[in-house]
């Protein structure tokens, strides 16, 4: 009976640290499928941390550190009570990013079929691979794509909005009042971009592209 019972406790302390191990990969799988929401909706993550350096606890309290990125080798502090533990972990995300859709020519503004959405594993792509297509409406491309390449938020830039040169109209604004001018725009600036303005007096402005091509300035 005691060999028994000896038999029984050492398959116990065998199967807890994988019952626990396998506890707290459902909770990481959960923090970062909420971390997540909205860019993934298929997370997986792997703890890389050796078993015996796991939290003692069952339910640590989880915090991403040290990173911005959002899928990958990442680090995670488990607080249990005070005792903290550094974990390492591997999280692939599966989800919609953006890729040419057509050969696209290096100075080309992008229409609604050069891009597309296509499905696939997020952290195995090139660094800031574009998830929103509506980033791509109306960029100018500033290289050449080929068809089915994962746009990068670096291959593109937004269209001018206003032209170095261009007469532009001067909002300036402030507390029950508002004033409006005209000037020279000195700098190529798309929407919500700074753009410096040489006024008629000769002064020289600074304010904010707006969807109509003003230049607000908030006084």
């Known amino acids: 009976m005691k060999?028994?019972?000896g038999g029984l406790?050492?398959?116990f302390l065998l199967v807890s640290p994988l019952t626990q191990a396998s506890d707290l990969q459902e909770q990481?799988?959960?923090?970062?499928?909420?971390?997540?929401a909205g860019f993934?909706?298929?997370?997986?993550v792997n703890i890389r941390t050796p078993?015996?350096?796991l939290p003692a606890c069952e339910q640590p309290a989880l915090s991403v550190i040290?990173?911005?990125k959002l899928w990958g080798n990442l680090n995670v502090?488990?607080?249990c009570a005070g005792a903290k533990r550094y974990l390492q972990v591997n999280v692939q995300a599966t989800g919609n990013y953006v890729v040419a859709a057509q050969s696209v020519a290096r100075g080309s503004v992008l229409q609604p079929g050069s891009v597309a959405l296509k499905r696939g594993r997020l952290d195995q792509l090139p660094p800031r691979t574009m998830l929103d297509i509506t980033q791509a409406q109306d960029a100018v491309s500033l290289r050449d794509l080929a068809p089915g390449q994962p746009v990068q938020l670096s291959m593109l830039r937004q269209?001018?909005?206003?032209?170095?040169?261009?007469?532009?109209?001067?909002v300036a604004s402030g507390e029950g009042f508002s004033v409006n001018g005209e000037g020279q725009a000195l700098n190529n600036a798309a929407v919500a971009q700074n753009a410096r303005v040489r006024m008629a007096s000769g002064q020289i402005v600074s304010g904010t592209v707006d969807s109509d091509g003003n230049i607000l300035i908030n006084l």
């Open 3 to 5: 060999a028994l019972h």
């Open 9 to 11: 406790a050492a398959i």
């Open 28 to 36: 990481l799988t959960s923090l970062f499928a909420q971390r997540l």
């Open 40 to 44: 993934s909706d298929e997370v997986v």
């Open 51 to 53: 078993k015996n350096l």
């Open 66 to 68: 040290g990173s911005a």
């Open 77 to 79: 502090l488990a607080n």
């Open 159 to 170: 269209a001018w909005r206003v032209k170095a040169g261009q007469r532009v109209q001067v």
